[in-house]
């Protein structure tokens, strides 16, 4: 009963370099999503994915990219990582009927970029 | 366009008092509303939602909130504090005409006295 998997848990990166945040879910759901949490901000949204092979944009895409490798998985991709991008993110995913469903989300990736 | 106020960034209760939460939205369409509980190094979970049907919703642990139009507010309140609901709350809104992506608020933390 896996839910919503990221990976890593943690990261640290320089200035500059590249990186890859995975997400899974086996809820079989069609919307995903990528959220970034500052403190004292709440979450913001990086990008969306409303099914396979689609992606829009969110409040914070800059500096980033997505990949809706198939129903169960959506990457988000840093090319040349920033001390901005320090930050916790998370996947989520919700179900059939979004907007009203709930969203699932992961156990969150904290990034530090230094 | 829609956006989340949550009113006090940090709230402190005596164990067995009342808890009351505040989240006022902006939606320019009937809403969606959501609750969700962060504890400590983990992802977000539904506490309860607001989808259109009965206007007091319960959910889980207790809580409840009440959706007011009149007041665009959707508060959240348990009427005895437990020591395990010390945690940071987040108010969301989404709606269909926003492709059912979430905006959250900044966030309550929520600190209960023994």
């Known amino acids: 009963n896996a839910g919503v998997t990221q990976t890593p848990k943690f990261q640290v990166l320089k200035t500059g370099q590249s990186m890859t945040l995975q997400c899974a879910q086996d809820?079989?759901?069609?919307?995903m999503y990528w959220y970034r949490q500052d403190p004292g901000m709440g979450l913001r949204l990086i990008y969306y994915s409303a099914s396979e092979g689609t992606t829009d944009k969110g409040e914070v895409p800059n500096g980033y990219n997505v990949s809706r490798l198939n129903k169960r998985e959506f990457s988000l991709r840093l090319e040349s990582a920033a001390p901005s991008q320090t930050s916790v993110y998370f996947c989520?995913?919700?179900?059939?009927?979004?907007?009203?469903?709930?969203?699932?989300f992961g156990s969150g990736t904290q990034l530090s970029v230094l | 366009a829609q956006s989340v106020t949550q009113l006090g960034s940090h709230v402190s209760v005596s164990e067995g008092a009342l808890v009351l939460l505040r989240c006022n939205y902006s939606?320019?369409?009937?809403?969606?509303l959501f609750w969700y509980v962060q504890y400590p190094n983990q992802g977000l979970q539904l506490l309860l939602k607001y989808t259109s049907a009965a206007t007091l919703v319960k959910g889980i642990n207790g809580f409840e909130a009440e959706f007011k139009k009149s007041e665009t507010s959707f508060h959240l309140t348990k009427p005895s504090a437990h020591m395990s609901d010390a945690a940071e709350y987040f108010c969301a809104v989404t709606s269909p005409s926003n492709a059912g992506k979430s905006t959250f608020g900044d966030g309550t933390t929520l600190t209960v006295k023994p």
């Open positions: 989520a995913s919700s179900g059939p009927t979004a907007p009203n469903e709930k969203l699932f």
């Open positions: 939606s320019s369409v009937p809403p969606y």
């Open positions: 809820m079989n759901h069609n919307s």
